[in-house]
């Protein structure tokens, strides 16, 4: 019983230090995503599916950090992350701007 009180905490700890994905990584991921969609490498689709999945991971990353800077008090982090959160909405804007031609 007591070997097994140990070792949980110890499994918790070992899948917690797990490294980040590698950017190369993260793109395989959305372009294996992409092509189970069915869209066709090197097309304005597939390039529009790819950066879908970016900003959707992006959106994601941004708010897992609101929420740790949120849980720790930490104001100069929370303010970090708005100014990234204004550049990101920026991005997108332009982004949408340029598809409507």
Known sequence: ??????FIPLLAFLIGCQPPLTREQQLS?????????????????????MMKQEC??????LEMRKTQALEQGNWLAQEEIRVREKKLELEHKK???????
Request: net charge positive; glycine share 4%.
């Open 29 to 49: 991921i959305y372009r294996n995503r992409c092509t189970e969609y069915g869209y066709k490498y090197g097309t304005p689709e597939f390039a529009n599916c």
């Open 56 to 61: 959707r991971q992006e959106k994601i990353s």
């Open 95 to 101: 982004y949408k701007e340029r598809r409507k031609y």
């Open 1 to 6: 019983m007591k070997r097994s009180i140990i």
